[in-house]
T-cell receptor
Framework: DAKTTQPNSMESNEEEPVHLPCNHSTISGTDYIHWYRQLPSQGPEYVIHGLTSNVNNRMASLAIAEDRKSSTLILHRATLRDAAVYYCILRDPYGGSQGNLIFGKGTKLSVKP | DTEVTQTPKHLVMGMTNKKSLKCEQHMGHRAMYWYKQKAKKPPELMFVYSYEKLSINESVPSRFSPECPNSSLLNLHLHALQPEDSALYLC????????????????FGPGTRLTVT
């Protein structure tokens, strides 16, 4: 399985944008980039996913490098509620383990008031 | 309703006990999952059910026994656990696990915090 590399932790100020990086230099052509987050004492929740083009939804934006070897999750205005562990996950829907999410260590985001 | 419910929220059991964890979803999803999460670690996949059949068992010890009685319910039967099995057990569901589509977003429940004494 292709691996991802994320910083262990990041800090942000409330109401400022946050850019969470993810490196995936061994990504294959059929790997989709998924982001999940896990708030304290909760199960993970889906944030966003993409393949090649940048993606936006109500929660965040996903910027994918042209060579697809890295991506960035963008929270446009961090709130205290965004403090969580953010996981960048590669998923190949055509692979032998379709639907499986293999979680890495993730980035723990702290948001300061 | 995009909710996955898990019961109980907390469970303390001895090493000789038998207990069960329950998970329920009413989103019409045909894939359900069990994950184990140790403190300060990422979730690890244990089992995958697709259309009520076990499709993946990630080499989980037999003291963990999953069951999918119908498309909305997923159980995890526990027997003769060890203290190192203490963890948060997460259930998730998704529309399907079929290949070829871009995303089958997984919806997670809040988990059952298990302590084995």
């Amino acid at each position: 399985d292709a691996k991802t590399t994320q910083p262990n932790s990041m800090e942000s100020n409330e109401e400022e944008p946050v850019h969470l990086p993810c490196n995936h230099s061994t990504i294959s052509g059929t790997d989709y980039i998924h982001w999940y987050r896990q708030l304290p004492s909760q199960g993970p929740e889906y944030v966003i996913h993409g393949l090649t083009s940048n993606v936006n939804n109500r929660m965040a934006s996903l910027a994918i490098a042209e060579d697809r070897k890295s991506s960035t999750l963008i929270l446009h205005r961090a709130t205290l509620r965004d403090a969580a562990v953010y996981y960048c996950i590669l998923r190949d829907p055509y692979g032998g383990s379709q639907g499986n999410l293999i979680f890495g260590k993730g980035t723990k985001l702290s948001v300061k008031p | 309703d995009t909710e996955v419910t898990q019961t109980p929220k907390h469970l303390v059991m001895g090493m000789t006990n038998k207990k069960s964890l329950k998970c329920e979803q009413h989103m019409g999803h045909r894939a359900m999952y069990w994950y184990k999460q140790k403190a300060k670690k990422p979730p690890e996949l244990m089992f995958v059910y697709s259309y009520e059949k076990l499709s993946i068992n990630e080499s989980v010890p037999s003291r963990f026994s999953p069951e999918c009685p119908n498309s909305s319910l997923l159980n995890l039967h526990l027997h003769a656990l060890q203290p190192e099995d203490s963890a948060l057990y997460l259930c998730a569901s998704s529309q399907d696990t079929s290949g070829g589509l871009s995303s089958y977003e997984q919806y997670f429940g809040p988990g059952t915090r298990l302590t084995v004494t």
